[in-house]
Every structure is written in structure tokens, then in C-alpha cells.
């Protein structure tokens, strides 16, 4: 992934994000924390974290 692409995702997110309040990010994180996680390519495929 080029460097000016990466950047242009990390600010994509971060400004979906930032229009969250703290506690729908929180709400939006605990319900799908699985979901979440493995989007982001931080749990194995056994569910454990990598």
C-alpha cells in the first residue's frame, strides 16, 4: 500500500470516527469488538488475538 494511499485511509477513518460521540464509539466497539478486531486483521482465525 503506497504511503499517500495510507494516509488518505487513516484520514478517511479518523474523520467517520470523529463525528462519533465517545460513548457511540465505545457502544459501536463493545458490540462488534469481535467483528471489529478481525476487520483490522488483529485476531487469528481461531478468534484468539494475535
Known amino acids: 500500500m503506497s504511503v499517500e494511499l495510507k494516509d488518505n485511509l487513516q484520514q478517511a477513518i ?3 470516527f470523529s ?3 465517545n460513548t457511540e464509539v465505545k ?3 463493545e458490540k462488534n469488538h ?3 478486531c478481525e476487520s483490522l486483521g488483529v485476531l487469528s ?3 484468539k488475538a494475535a
Open 34 to 36: 469481535y467483528d471489529f
Open 14 to 16: 479518523y474523520a467517520h
Open 45 to 47: 482465525t481461531e478468534g
Open 27 to 29: 457502544a459501536l466497539i
Open 19 to 21: 463525528k462519533l460521540t
